[in-house]
């Protein structure tokens, strides 16, 4: 079992800068692939990022491409999401997610078995 604790969200003005964190737990958590996905309001989960369980690839979608970079400190459990350039419309609710130890990334929420809380993302215009 893993558990997952996001943080770092908060309002933002346009251009402007955030960097997200998902702590977890579990001592297997470094077999994890791990992804962030956003829900908008009135609209569907999507993903945003992934990151393999060893950190040697990574995934975004396109709308975040060049602007976001995810990473992750296994040492710590730790995978982050630097969020730079903000946009409005990147406005929405940031969870974290992992599936199975050594699984691949995918980009469809159902494949995941872990989700965090989540935590608000606002930038304003």
């Known amino acids: 079992q893993v558990q997952l604790v996001e943080s770092g969200g908060g309002l933002v003005q346009a251009g402007g800068s955030l960097r997200l964190s998902c702590a977890a737990n579990g001592r297997t958590f470094n077999t994890y692939p791990v992804a962030w996905f956003r829900q908008a309001p009135g609209k569907e989960r999507e993903f945003v990022a992934g990151i393999h369980w060893n950190g040697a690839s990574t995934y975004y979608t396109d709308s975040v491409g060049g602007r976001f970079t995810i990473s992750r400190d296994n040492a710590k459990n730790t995978v982050y999401l630097q969020m730079n350039s903000l946009k409005p419309e990147d406005t929405a609710v940031y969870y974290c997610?992992?599936?199975?130890?050594?699984?691949?990334?995918?980009?469809?929420?159902?494949?995941?078995?872990?989700w965090g809380q989540g935590t608000q993302v606002t930038v304003s215009s």
């Open positions: 997610a992992a599936r199975g130890a050594y699984r691949a990334i995918v980009r469809m929420a159902r494949e995941y078995n872990y």
